[in-house]
């Protein structure tokens, strides 16, 4: 086969794309499309109609209020063709959600005759076919500009060239458009010679040799699995040609002995800037194939590798390489000009992927010797990136963006150090980039820099440096050369201070019932000795907070260890502590509602070596633990040092498991709560002239579940016109660690969450409660009465209706509730005093 002849009698046609936002036509005709079909008024095939029988400029676009989201036009009356006496046309699909046309395989999509001039952007192109040249779009003698677009699934017949584009004797720019799966490989059998170039664009000037007449220009755009006997991607005949940030990749010529896997070009120049072309197949020039002396290939700052014959073979390029440098080639060659050209079997690079910016492209992997070694005029990458990110422009048609280092972790060694050793600081941080690392040392001494020390070693030797019990601490900064990464700041150590630790001895992962008496211990190491202990923690709860469950404190004496302070908490603030060891007083008691602790009960005791402090704990479990809780344990030394093996933002707590405590009565089957009459179930209430009823009503109910009432998760009181959470009152009540809520007006966050009994006040538009006054009683371990002094306001004005809910652990509602648990329970009818002696209350009828 000659290919010359062939591709001199083949016509070619373009696509021209702006590199620049696209923008209507000023003073244009604007012909709305206004729905899909393929004909009559609104269609798409009308609007071009009305263009072309319409002097001057015109503008098609497409009604938002259809085409807001993805739609497809399909044409099943042949291609839309533009007359070219019409004026300027510009077709602007909508950008948010592009417009696909459909040629359902029948015909082409556009036929622009000569003396066109168009635009189009946002559209896809797809199952067109050309039955000669040009699969989507054939372009005679225009100018046509495609911007944002994308072609994919069209193909040629009959021999014809251009899969996606056909362009004769017309400037041609393409920029940020995607060209896939298109095919051009059909042959042409009447004369014996093949046909079918350009499996995307095919590009051809009048006269058969170099003409600026056809410029095809292509920017920021990527050609994958594009097929064709000549030129998987782009052919060239005899015009001008020039690729800039462009991605082209895995496009195959079928043809044996088959020239330009990913471009070729018979007699008119080539200019490849900033581009990758990688895994494209031809056996002749798997990459670029140049034929006559009078075309030519300028390659520059582009990745060339990896494209290989039918065979398996490489052969990137037929016919010579004219100008260019910084490129990367897998293999040196003779004839390759450029001094700056990088050689390497291993590219290091990425799949095609969405890396940001309109189109796929293929990154630079960390460590490819691409990074770095380019240079180009060009002021970004394919995504839009500006070029250089780092020391200099990258090879290819991607910059890689640098990103920081970070830390993971530092370590000092040693915890313990001497006044005349050393102190190491051991960073480890990591770079994505694989860029090499720089640390910088800031060593600080009670909160002191320490002048002249900036490296990894701290001489605590030296004078100033470090005496006993000064404090020392590091800062380490990271940077790979173009970024600095965030600090990373040591804990304190101390001079001929030792870090203490803490063991816990309990039931981890056990369970236990409401009422087991369980002694957990906590051993407390400090090698400066078990005084130099300050606080010894105990946390048992479902997550690591002070504000429920059961927290203690044991505050060793000075000089005794055995003898101190036991704090526990209850709710907000730590209940007053009670003595140990000597001093204590007789039968002094802690109760939280979780743990009971009997001072006499708990134990102290140094260790056999001076520096052990263990501390027992007989708690008996109460029903503020119910449900599955974990362990922690903390230890602070006279420093204010914790133990350097709990986790990274646990503030010194070690976690020591789970520990799961059943309601006092549970069995193998869940006991269903109930809940008892309201009392009271019907009343009145008057609201002052000020919208506030001058006294609280109180509600009060009781509450039972056979598991014991530790199994009783929450407890609801919501009094309404309607059983809502908007502008309601709704008290949502927590037996477990006595906190009340109180839902807010809109319904959307629960206000409060106080401990009962303590100041407080909850309020919203309809309702206000002293948090003081709620009381809870205890009647035994499977029931507790419940009382809500409320004083109604003016948003609750008029007959109301008290809904009562109960809730247990497994989710468990009283059994004569409604599908959502509720109990109607009782009326409240708020009124509003009219004049002296006479009362506005409504009446309970109302309700």
């Not at 591709?7 to 012909?31: I, P, Y």
């Not at 990591?430 to 040392?441: E, H, Q, R, S």
């Amino acid at each position: 086969m000659n290919p010359q002849s062939v591709l001199r009698r083949t016509a070619f046609a373009g696509v021209f794309l702006l590199g620049c936002a696209m923008t209507q036509r000023a003073n244009a005709a604007t012909f709305t499309v206004s729905n899909t079909n393929d004909s009559g008024a609104g269609s798409l095939r009308q609007a071009v109609l009305d263009a072309n029988a319409t002097p001057g400029a015109d503008n098609i676009l497409f009604a938002p209020t259809l085409f807001s989201v993805p739609q497809t036009i399909v044409l099943t009356t042949g291609e839309l063709a533009v007359s070219g006496s019409g004026g300027a046309l510009t077709i602007a699909g909508p950008n948010a959600a592009k417009l696909t046309l459909d040629a359902n395989n029948n015909s082409r999509i556009f036929k622009l005759n000569p003396g066109s001039n168009v635009i189009l952007s946002s559209l896809v192109f797809t199952n067109a076919t050309g039955t000669g040249n040009g699969g989507a779009i054939s372009s005679e003698s225009s100018t046509l500009a495609v911007y944002d677009s994308t072609f994919t699934g069209n193909k040629t017949l009959n021999g014809g060239s251009g899969a996606a584009i056909f362009n004769l004797d017309g400037p041609l720019t393409i920029d940020k458009c995607l060209f896939s799966a298109n095919t051009a490989n059909a042959l042409i059998t009447s004369d014996g010679s093949g046909g079918g170039t350009a499996g995307a664009i095919a590009n051809l000037a009048y006269g058969g040799r170099s003409s600026e007449s056809a410029l095809l220009t292509i920017n920021s755009s990527t050609f994958v699995g594009n097929e064709s006997r000549q030129g998987g991607a782009i052919h060239n005949n005899s015009g001008k040609v020039v690729v800039n940030n462009s991605t082209i990749v895995r496009n195959r010529v079928v043809e044996s002995q088959g020239f330009g896997g990913a471009v070729s070009t018979v007699f008119g120049p080539v200019s490849l800037n900033s581009c990758t072309i990688t895994a494209n197949v031809a056996d002749r020039g798997s990459a670029v194939a140049v034929f006559d002396a009078t075309a030519s290939l300028d390659l520059n700052n582009s990745i060339v590798v990896n494209n290989t014959t039918l065979s398996g073979g490489s052969d990137p390029f037929f016919g010579p390489i004219a100008s260019g440098d910084y490129n990367l080639f897998e293999y040196t060659a003779t004839g390759r000009p450029g001094t700056h050209n990088v050689v390497s079997t291993a590219p290091k690079l990425g799949e095609l992927a969405d890396n940001g910016g309109p189109t796929q492209t293929i990154a630079l992997l960390p460590g490819s010797p691409a990074i770095d070694a380019g240079s180009t005029s060009l002021a970004t990458d394919q995504r839009g990136i500006a070029r250089p990110q780092r020391r200099a422009a990258d090879i290819g048609a991607v910059e890689i963006v640098n990103t920081p280092p970070r830390f993971r972790f530092l370590r000092l060694e040693p915890l313990a150090p001497d006044t005349d050793g050393t102190m190491a600081a051991y960073p480890e941080a990591i770079d994505v980039d694989g860029d090499p690392l720089t640390f910088n040392y800031v060593w600080r001494k009670n909160g002191v820099v320490i002048e002249g020390e900036s490296g990894s070693t701290l001489d605590l030797s030296k004078p100033g440096n470090g005496d006993d019990n000064d404090a020392i601490t590091v800062t380490v900064t990271v940077s790979d050369g173009f970024a600095t990464g965030e600090p990373i700041s040591s804990g304190v150590v101390y001079v001929n201070n030792h870090m203490p630790s803490v063991y816990l001895y309990a039931p981890q992962n056990g369970t236990d019932k409401v009422g087991t008496k369980r002694t957990f211990t906590l051993e407390m190491h400090d090698h400066d000795g078990a005084g130099d202990i300050q606080e010894g923690w105990l946390l048992i709860n479902d997550r690591l907070s002070w504000n429920a469950g059961a927290t203690l404190i044991y505050v060793p004496d000075v000089g005794t260890p055995t003898n101190g302070l036991l704090y526990l908490r209850r709710g907000d603030a730590f209940l007053p502590a009670m003595r140990i060891g000597e001093g204590a007083t007789a039968g002094a008691v802690l109760d939280n509602g979780a743990v009971r602790v009997i001072g006499s009960e708990v134990s102290v005791s140094i260790g056999s070596d001076i520096n052990k402090l263990f501390v027992s704990l007989p708690l008996t479990i109460r029903e503020g633990l119910v449900g599955q809780n974990r362990l922690f344990a903390r230890v602070v030394d006279r420093k204010g040092v914790l133990d350097i093996s709990a986790a990274e933002g646990d503030s010194g707590y070690r976690r020591f498991g789970n520990y799961t405590v059943l309601p006092q009565f549970a069995g193998e089957t869940n006991s269903i709560p109930t809940l008892s009459k309201l009392n009271p179930t019907n009343t009145n209430t008057v609201l002052n002239s000020a919208g506030i009823a001058p006294a609280a009503q109180n509600f009060g109910f009781f509450v039972k579940d056979d598991d014991g009432w530790g199994d009783i998760d929450n407890v609801w009181f919501l009094a309404g016109q309607v059983r809502s959470f908007r502008g309601t009152a709704n008290f949502v009540f927590y037996p477990r660690t006595r906190r009340l809520f109180l839902r807010s007006d809109d319904g959307s966050t629960l206000l409060g969450g106080g401990v009962i009994g303590t100041a407080g006040v909850l309020e919203n538009s309809q309702v206000r409660l002293d948090l003081s006054k709620v009381k809870m009683t205890i009647i035994d371990g499977k029931s507790f009465g419940l009382t809500l002094p409320i004083q109604a306001k003016n948003r609750l004005f008029g007959s109301n209706k008290v809904w009562l809910r109960v809730q247990d652990k497994q989710n468990a509602t009283a059994p004569n509730g409604d599908e959502q648990g509720y109990v109607q329970s009782g009326a409240w009818n708020v009124g509003r005093a009219t004049t002296p002696g006479t009362l506005g209350v409504l009446s309970s009828a109302r309700s």
